[in-house]
């Protein structure tokens, strides 16, 4: 006996799991994509408040430290792009623009408005860091940046880019262990 073609549901589960399935895996690989970035930036984030404790002390060894967060971002994220960078200040207060003199009221820095020269390098700066760990008391800022591959092409289907960029910073003091490096001395410059 013979059942017509039209009223045959044999194979109904089938092309519901077909039209189905692709939403389901999209919608998995999505989630283990964004379950894995923040796997890596808590990675981060912890190997970045780790080497910041380490730094502050007298003995502290940047190269090493900076070695240690890297192996520890490329343990989860094996061909990540890993980039330590370092600033330093006298204190907390001068984390900031120089200050400047607004001569035309437009509230940002033009070029001959005088300013007050932080860092002693002669130019108005947005961010006046010297680069380094500095010294005894001097207050530095660790910034990391990782770069990696995602794991899944989905990211591509709603307009993001192949390449995940994570970033983790902190501010700490380093310990009074020697006298503090004698701040540069701060200059009204107009040039």
């Known amino acids: 006996m013979t059942r017509p073609l039209a009223s045959d549901e044999r194979g109904a589960t089938l092309v519901e799991f077909a039209i189905l399935l692709p939403v389901l895996l999209g919608l998995l690989m999505g989630l283990m994509d964004l379950c894995y970035q923040a796997y890596v930036q808590a990675v981060l984030e912890g190997a970045v408040q780790k080497a910041a404790r380490d730094s502050t002390i007298e003995a502290a ?109 902190t501010r700490f003091k380093n310990q009074p262990y020697g006298t503090q490096s004698i701040p540069m001395p701060q200059k009204i410059s107009c040039s």
């Open 61 to 169: 060894n940047t190269t090493t430290i900076d070695n240690r967060v890297i192996a520890a971002v490329r343990q989860v994220a094996g061909k990540a792009t890993v980039t330590p960078s370092r600033l330093f200040y006298s204190s907390f207060s001068v984390i900031k623009p120089e200050d400047f003199v607004d001569g035309n009221g437009n509230n940002k820095y033009d070029f001959g408005e005088c300013f007050t020269d932080i860092n002693g390098n002669g130019q108005w700066d947005m961010d006046p860091g010297r680069a380094g760990q500095g010294g005894a008391s001097d207050v530095t800022i660790y910034k990391v940046t990782a770069t990696y591959t995602r794991l899944f092409p989905v990211a591509r289907m709603i307009g993001l880019g192949n390449q995940v960029v994570l970033t983790a910073a």
